[in-house]
């Protein structure tokens, strides 16, 4: 299964802005469902953002759009997470999640065994949000 290597958090100033990447290192034969979630002090993981590699199709936790921006870039297999507008409640370990799948475009039973469903967690990025 793939691995996925999130980096880009830092601290910052209510207001201010921050690009989270996330890496795929896996079989770029095969589509993902690729989604930022995130982990605040004393609260539990929620969703951010997802993108499919294949279609593009990009979803948003209400909490987050006119905010986030999430993107797909193919030739560099990553997944960014732009964020502005920062506030305090951002505060929180972001966690980049890769779900495998077999691409649309391929529906025999080689692609089915080679793209077999599997999810991949990374090791998390902090971003701290200060008032």
């Known amino acids: 299964m793939a691995q996925v290597v999130e980096s880009g958090g830092e601290s910052v100033q209510a207001g201010g802005s921050l690009r989270l990447s996330c890496v795929l290192h896996?079989?770029?034969?095969?589509?993902?469902?690729m989604t930022w979630h995130r982990q605040g002090p004393e609260k539990q993981r929620e969703f951010v953002s997802g993108i499919d590699t294949d279609d593009n199709t990009i979803t948003y936790t209400d909490f987050v759009k006119g905010r986030f921006s999430i993107s797909w870039n193919k030739i560099r297999d990553t997944m960014y997470l732009e964020m502005t507008d920062l506030r305090p409640e951002d505060t929180a370990m972001y966690y980049c999640k890769a779900v495998r799948r077999p691409p649309s475009r391929c529906t025999s039973d080689y692609c089915a065994r080679r793209c077999g469903s599997a999810e991949a967690w990374g090791q998390g990025t902090l971003v701290t949000v200060s008032s």
């Open positions: 896996g079989d770029t034969f095969c589509s993902y469902n």
